[in-house]
């Protein structure tokens, strides 16, 4: 059964600071790879879809990479702003389509 | 995402009672799904379709039922609301297996 793990759980950082999100999974047998952010009492906004045959992927300030055999995935967002702040989730797709699996969640506070 | 909605936004209803969902589409998407989304558990699949008229369950899709009698709509019905069922809800669409766009959500009191 596909596991995936998001660390940190919840990040503060001051207004400009560049980080890393990380999703680990269990199962390397996994295609597609998608990034989302949810701000409290919405719904989830897709940032970056990595296909299997990718390795990264860039949207402005935001680039996510893939490394299928270390089961890795990182989100990695570019001086940070205020409007960061949100609950941000990684997915994973294995197997058939009811199979999407998501990650714990990391919930990001960016600070002026 | 542009293109998915969802109604009712909020509801609140009685136990015991059906209550219908509707998730509205219009990316032409083949694949549609309904999540519920709690606290301590993420979220969970409990129906989904690849085409019309053809779905299948999710993990909790029990009390749940769906139809889909044209591509741009995906109905879920909860056959006698219970207060297990309170939740917000989120219908997703995709153009493929491996990727999905969501909706809005509808959050759904039951008392």
């Known amino acids: 059964k596909q596991e995936v793990t998001q660390i940190p759980a919840a990040l503060s950082v001051p207004e400009g600071e560049n980080l890393v999100l990380n999703c680990s999974f269990t199962d390397s047998a996994i295609y597609n790879l998608q990034w989302f952010r949810q701000d409290p009492g919405k719904g989830l906004t897709s940032l970056l879809l990595?296909?299997?045959?990718?390795r990264e992927q860039t949207s402005g300030r935001l680039n996510a990479s893939l490394d299928k055999s270390s089961g890795r995935s990182t989100l990695y967002i570019a001086a940070s702003q205020p409007g960061d702040s949100a609950t941000y989730l990684c997915?994973?797709?294995?197997?058939?389509?009811?199979?999407?699996?998501f990650g714990t969640g990391t919930r990001l506070q960016v600070t002026l | 995402d542009a293109g998915i909605t969802q109604s009712p936004r909020h509801k609140v209803t009685e136990t015991g009672t059906p209550v219908t969902l509707r998730c509205h589409q219009t990316?032409?998407?083949?694949?549609m799904y309904w999540y519920r989304q709690d606290p301590g558990h993420g979220l969970r699949l409990i129906h989904y379709?690849?085409?019309?008229?053809?779905?299948d369950k999710g993990e909790v899709s029990d009390g749940y039922s769906v139809s889909r009698s044209k591509t741009e709509d995906f109905l879920l019905t909860l056959e006698s609301a219970t207060s297990s069922q309170t939740s917000v809800y989120f219908c997703?669409?995709?153009?493929?297996?491996?990727?999905?766009?969501f909706g809005p959500g509808t959050r759904l009191t039951v008392t």
């Open positions: 990316e032409n998407h083949r694949y």
């Open positions: 990595i296909q299997s045959s990718q």
């Open positions: 997703a669409t995709g153009p493929g297996l491996y990727e999905q766009y």
């Open positions: 379709s690849y085409g019309v008229k053809d779905t």
């Open positions: 997915a994973g797709y294995t197997g058939t389509a009811s199979k999407l699996t």
